[in-house]
């Protein structure tokens, strides 16, 4: 606690020096500040570059799409450019003092009096810092093909270099060789637990209700920790705050509705927006008799209001609530529920804070019930997180932009409430909760040297608690890949330090510009996560179960070094890359042979942790321009375990490694109401566990790995081809609000039956015959219709 207050003066500090420093450079220079907003419905924007026309100065907007830039005091002209939008120039005098400059920019279809249409194209792939980094605004994502036809978030970034799932309808995805929990995925900043609807065919995240999506493979800022593989931003939109605006679609699956205004006009705003699942209506009247109480449907609410209280101060306040529902004479539910408070602040024109406060909690139920027997079974499991965030920004000058802030969670995990009831009589196995409090804090600088180099330097130190009240327990040392037993069990009270955890965590990005379309970048990062999913499967359940690190369980460690060569060609209607990595991972969860993970009070105890290493190169080619838009990505990669105990101690490859991974993804307007659009998947297969040898006991066959060895096969290798093609109504009045498209499509189109794995059974006609089964999640072609609309 002593260390948490001298965090808080040191960030008082920190504040009170900037101030400080400000006020003494106001006879010197002058700032220009403020947001940049979409003209249509005053969203605002993120990473719109500002800067003064005819020179290399100039800044982005932040996540918040506010901007600072300080200059000598004169006239200058600003310019504000966003791929997609037509850029704004505006002259400004900051001969006087600061000034308040907020831009409303307009797509490039719509033509104001105000607007300047600029030659020059956008080429922040080549200036930025950022690099393994790949941006999704929602009309690219809308663009791709999809299973169903129903646009997709985590399907989409799935197309990505360096991404990659176990098989179809998995759960979640693997981040240059990352489990799937090495993933932060954010929504407004709070975290989500399980990213699924529908065990993996459709993420929880509503294409109406989103703005931004950013994924971050390395090079990851100070400001964001507590995972080693990468960052999904997820920004939700805002509210149209100009006008009345709602859209929706109709699907063969699901239907969704949002809905979005003004409240205040330019001042406040709110969205809602609804989804819901309809495969268990269509299919009742096809179910018999025995079946038609089956239930199997998902369902979602996304909701968002912002408030502008003045030029210095806005509120927001967002959450979401999912749920999927399957069940025939049984329960079996899950889902996210999360809620986020931010309140951005300006202390001066250069002093930007957000200030964060988030719920978040996944649960799931499970439950039997047997009226004959008077007898049921009911367990239910969940993760719940409280935390507050404090981030400043600090625009020091146009050379250097500072970063600090400071973060807590508080963790309350509830593995196991289950009740068993036998004639009435009831039996409860549940496992004792679990309590932890992670805290950290950060301070980085990005920074410009000269006209070339770019360079961002930090921080992070972050540190872990693991609390009572509950059990303790010291386990014994067996043979390797044996469980071990308890030798001593000591009882904690509530709060008190069962386990404490430090970590520094530096971060380093460099960009160096070779030439004007030409850029070399490098990064290093240290990540440390402290939570573990604990799953032994070949794709992650919707009950697995989460962890902290304990006593017995370390943190996981990663050290990620990239470096990589950025191109665009053609006026920047071309952006071309090429990225190598390597990561070191420590503590890396695993588990013995036969391990027993559910409603175990003992599950340390088969639980292993050993080294891993992932590397790899990453080619990307990206068409912005034209009639014809689209990316091709390949991976050549490599991740690999070594676990003592597991397969001789030799290192073995991951059950997500895919050494080559090709996805394109192309669209083609062929005029203003007729579009198509293709993707192109072809993936190496993942690793399996096949029996090396067979041991027969009478009439029964006993499939044996008699070498003891892990992933030692590969099912075949896995492609696709999907397409769709989308007829646009555009609006043929000017007052004419009311805007729809039909989008045909059609997925897995050559009718690829691709294996999610291969297991073995005996063959029923030779029963002491040994056949191989491939197991395909989706074996045919998918057609699907869907209709959209916007008023």
């Known amino acids: 606690m002593k260390n948490y207050f001298r965090l808080i003066y040191f960030f008082i500090f920190i504040n009170q020096f900037s101030i400080n420093h400000l006020q003494a450079q106001q006879t010197e220079k002058s700032t220009a500040s403020g947001y940049v907003k979409d003209s249509k419905n005053g969203e605002k924007l993120i990473g719109v570059n500002v800067y003064i026309k005819g020179t290399t ?16 005091k004169g006239k200058y002209e600003l310019v504000a450019s966003y791929i997609g939008y037509s850029p704004l120039i505006k002259e400004i005098d900051l001969s006087a003092g600061n000034v ?8 490039q279809d719509i033509q104001l009096q105000e607007v300047v249409v600029k030659a020059e194209a956008d080429d922040q792939n080549i200036k930025g810092i950022e690099m393994s980094v790949n941006k999704l605004d929602i009309k690219t994502i809308q663009k791709i093909p999809a299973f169903l036809g129903e646009v997709d978030v985590i399907r989409s970034i799935q197309l990505l270099p360096g991404v990659a799932t176990v098989g179809e309808g998995a759960t979640g995805f693997n981040v240059r060789g990352g489990a799937i929990d090495q993933n932060l995925v954010l929504l407004d900043e709070a975290p989500v637990y399980n990213s699924a ?3 993996g065919f459709f993420s929880v995240f509503n294409p109406d209700a989103v703005k931004d999506v950013k994924l971050i493979k390395g090079g990851i800022p100070a400001q964001y920790g507590g995972r080693l593989s990468s960052l999904l931003d997820v920004r939700m939109k805002e509210g149209n705050s100009k006008r009345f605006e709602m859209n929706g679609g109709i699907g063969a699956i699901f239907s969704r509705l949002s809905i ?3 409240i205040v006009k330019d001042k406040a705003s709110f969205i809602v927006a609804a989804r819901r699942s309809y495969i268990d209506v269509l299919a009742k009247p096809f179910l018999s008799s025995d079946l038609r109480g089956s239930q199997f449907y998902f369902y979602d609410l996304t909701a968002k209001v912002n408030y502008t209280i003045n030029p210095k101060n806005t509120v927001f306040v967002s959450g979401y609530f999912g749920r999927d529902v399957f069940g025939s004479g049984f329960k079996f539910n899950w889902g996210n529920a999360t809620s986020t408070v931010r309140w951005n602040h300006l202390f001066s024109d250069r002093l930007f804070m957000n200030l964060t406060a988030f719920y978040s909690n996944y649960d ?3 439950g039997f019930k047997d009226d004959v027997n008077r007898s049921r079974f009911d367990w239910n499991s969940n993760i719940i997180n409280y935390s507050v965030k404090p981030d400043f920004t600090y625009f020091l000058n146009t050379k250097n932009t500072i970063k600090f802030g400071a973060q807590s969670i508080l963790y309350d995990f509830r593995p196991g409430n289950a009740v068993i009831t036998s004639n009435d009589i009831k039996s409860d196995i549940s496992l004792d909760p679990k309590y932890a409090l992670e805290s950290g804090f950060y301070i980085d600088n990005e920074q410009k040297i ?6 961002q330097y930090g921080f992070r130190y972050s540190t872990f608690q693991y609390m009572g009240k509950g059990e303790a327990y010291e386990f014994g040392q067996e043979k390797p890949n044996t469980r071990r037993p308890v030798i001593s069990v000591k009882s904690y009270d ?10 520094f965590e530096p971060r380093f990005s460099m960009n160096l510009e070779l030439n004007a379309t030409t850029s070399l970048k490098a990064s290093y990062n240290r990540m440390v996560q402290y939570l573990h999913l604990v799953s032994n499967t070949a794709a992650a359940t919707p009950v697995d179960v989460w962890t902290p690190s304990t006593n017995n369980i370390k943190p996981q460690l990663a050290d990620q070094f990239a470096v990589g060569l950025f191109k665009n060609f053609q006026d920047n209607t071309y952006e071309t890359s090429v990225e190598v990595y390597y990561k070191d991972m420590q503590n890396q969860l695993d588990f013995i042979d036969n391990s027993d993970l559910l409603l175990n009070r003992f599950l340390e105890g088969d639980l292993l942790q050993g080294i891993g290493r992932a590397y790899g190169a990453e080619l990307y080619v990206k068409k912005n321009k034209g009639k014809l838009t689209g990316w091709i990505s390949y991976t050549l990669s490599r991740t690999e375990r070594q676990v003592e105990g597991l397969n001789n101690g030799n290192w073995f490859p991951n059950r997500y490694d895919r050494p080559h991974n090709l996805n394109t993804s192309v669209s083609y307007e062929f005029n203003e109401y007729w579009s198509a659009s293709a993707n192109f998947v072809l993936q190496s297969g993942t690793p ?12 029964y066959v006993i499939p044996y790995n008699v070498e003891a060895t892990r992933n030692n096969f590969r099912v075949p290798t896995y492609h696709r081809l999907d397409f769709s093609v989308t007829k646009i109504n555009r609006k043929k009045k000017p007052n004419q609000r009311w805007e729809s498209n039909w989008v045909f499509s059609v997925y897995n189109a050559y009718n690829r039956r691709n294996p999610f794995t291969i297991y073995f059974r005996r063959n029923q006609d030779v029963p002491l015959n040994t056949e191989a089964v491939r197991l395909a999640i989706i074996g045919s072609i998918v057609p699907a219709v869907s209709y959209n609309f916007k008023f």
Not at 57 to 72: C, D, K, R, V
Not at 688 to 699: A, K, N, Y
């Open 688 to 699: 399996v566990t096949f029996p090396t040898s067979r041991v027969q006991v009478q009439d």
């Open 494 to 503: 509530q709060w008190e330090t069962i386990q404490n955890y430090g970590n």
């Open 450 to 455: 000269g006209e070339k180099l770019t360079l």
């Open 100 to 107: 308040k400059m907020d831009f409303e920019i307009v797509e």
């Open 197 to 199: 609807h529908l065990f």
């Open 260 to 262: 979005e205004a003004p």
């Open 57 to 72: 100065t100039g800044t982005t907007t932040n996540e918040y799409g506010f901007y600072s830039l300080t200059l000598p």
């Open 364 to 366: 799931y139920e499970i």
